[in-house]
Antibody
Framework: DVNLVESGGRLVQPGGSLRLSCAAS????????MTWIRQLPGKGLQWVAN????????YFADSVRGRFFISRDNADNSVFLDVNTLSVEDSALYFC?????????????????WGQGTVVTVSS | QMTQFPSSLSASVGDRVSITCRAS??????LVWYQQKPGKAPKFLIY???TLQTGVPSRFSGSGSGTDFTLTISSLQPDDFATYFC????????FGQGTKVDIE
């Protein structure tokens, strides 16, 4: 089965840092762009960052650029999100997601496999 | 920016339900739809505005191009009560605010 499992979320004080991890299994990890998406409490979804297949390209939402960093380890089938200088507004459920590939093409910004999410709570 | 409406609706099993998503610029057919149930991750339903993902029931359909898009459920089933999100795949991925479909 194709699976994504996130970890690393916890309660952290404002200004703090965390590393979120996502372990992938059941597919050829090194062939897929990977993305982090967050969901604010009781609200909608927000794209955070993505990374290409070999890690040479990374992109970030304006709200996190310069504070968050995405990386991957293809040998370990893992993707990471380093989150720094956290504020209350970063409190959310963070999902690791995989880009969707149809038979004809891949869509780097459509997401067919989602993890269960890991919760980051920023509070003093 | 993606504007989705209504934000919520109440319907009964068997009803035809439509949800609208409007883009702030022409995105051609670069739109996907997801379904999310409480406590669960979103489920990928439709891509390219109108193509159903494998395994999605045929009562779901998507239409539209340019700036205006619609998700339609032809005959609402008990399993369909959920929140639905649209998302553009042009530029930075941007989601609509969601439409909650609940039981009337």
């Amino acid at each position: 089965d194709v699976n994504l499992v996130e970890s690393g979320g916890r309660l952290v004080q404002p200004g703090g840092s965390l590393r979120l991890s996502c372990a992938a299994s059941g597919f050829r990890f090194s062939s897929f762009w990977m993305t982090w998406i967050r969901q604010l409490p009781g609200k909608g979804l927000q794209w955070v960052a993505n990374i290409n297949e070999d890690g040479s390209q990374t992109y970030f939402a304006d709200s996190v650029r310069g504070r968050f960093f995405i990386s991957r380890d293809n040998a370990d089938n893992s993707v990471f999100l380093d989150v720094n200088t956290l504020s209350v507004e970063d409190s959310a459920l963070y999902f690791c997601v995989r880009m969707f590939c149809s038979r004809q093409t891949c869509y780097t910004d459509a997401f067919d496999v989602w993890g269960q999410g890991t919760v980051v709570t920023v509070s003093s | 920016q993606m504007t989705q409406f209504p934000s919520s609706l109440s319907a009964s099993v068997g009803d035809r339900v439509s949800i609208t998503c409007r883009a702030s610029q022409n995105i051609r057919t670069a739109l996907v739809w997801y379904q999310q149930k409480p406590g669960k991750a979103p489920k990928f339903l439709i891509y390219g505005a109108s193509t159903l993902q494998t395994g999605v029931p045929s009562r779901f359909s998507g239409s539209g191009s340019g700036t205006d898009f619609t998700l339609t459920i032809s005959s609402l089933q008990p399993d369909d009560f959920a929140t639905y999100f649209c998302q553009t795949t042009v530029g930075a991925p941007t989601f609509g605010q969601g439409t909650k479909v609940d039981i009337e």
